[in-house]
């Protein structure tokens, strides 16, 4: 059993604003995301100069979270599940704003398709995106409600993007062999689906964070100890 805290109320506020603030950073991130792969689809050169142009409020965000991690960890020495909370927090506060980073890439991979003939109707992309934002949305409310069960849909959930990854994968490749012309619009597209599974991998980190809070299991490599994340 875990020994019971008893931390000044004033932490506890804490704690709930900085997951507050880790849903506002997480909520930026998705949104640009969802405007890179609109653009994508809709070759709306605003709509991916938006992307482009609007990272510093997740930049800041995540200084801004740092900052106040560090500040709980030193006044109030947490413990058990507090300290949990707060060391995953560090990581899921990277792991958006690499979402972030990522949303900028897939509105440069846009702008660039933007420039050539479409290669084909894009469907299995926005497919993609979407899986990929719920992930997000949902690892993130399991780390607000401390939900295991939530957590590992979104661990379940990371199989249907890396099908869908290898699908797109398959498909552009045949286009790319019958016609030239199409190699490099092609490869963009093959970039984002990569992105955009890249995008899901971190999800999938916040929702093993959350199994770790809850119930001090690590579970990024069973049967083994230790390891890096991605």
Do not use: W
Not at 117 to 138: H, Y
Not at 144 to 166: G, I, P, S, Y
Not at 204 to 219: G, K, L, P, W
């Amino acid at each position: 059993m875990e020994p019971v805290e008893r931390l000044p109320r004033h932490f506890q506020d804490e704690l709930e604003l900085l997951k507050t603030r880790l849903l506002e950073m997480g909520g930026l991130a998705e949104e640009n995301v969802r405007l890179a792969v609109q653009g994508l689809v809709d070759r709306n050169r605003s709509g991916i100069e938006r992307v482009l142009t609007g990272d510093d409020p997740v930049n800041r965000l995540h200084v801004e979270i740092d900052g106040r991690c560090f500040t709980l960890l030193a006044l109030f020495q947490p413990m058990a599940a507090d300290l949990r909370t707060i060391v995953a927090a560090v990581k899921i506060n990277t792991d958006l704003e690499r979402v972030g980073d990522l949303a900028v890439n897939i509105a440069q991979a846009a702008a660039r398709y933007a420039t050539h003939p479409p290669v084909k109707k894009l469907i299995d992309i926005p497919l993609m995106a979407e899986i990929a934002q719920n992930m997000l949305r949902d690892a993130l409310d399991a780390f607000v409600r401390r939900d295991v069960d939530l957590a590992q849909h979104v661990l379940d959930e990371d199989d249907r993007l890396d099908a869908l990854k290898t699908q797109i994968f398959r498909e552009l490749l045949t286009y790319m062999l019958q016609d030239p012309a199409t190699i490099e619009p092609a490869l963009d597209l093959i970039l984002v689906s990569r992105h955009l599974e890249r995008i899901g991998d971190h999800a999938t980190n916040i929702a093993e964070d959350v199994i770790f809070i809850v119930s001090a299991r690590d579970v990024r490599h069973p049967g083994a100890q230790g390891g890096a994340r991605t």
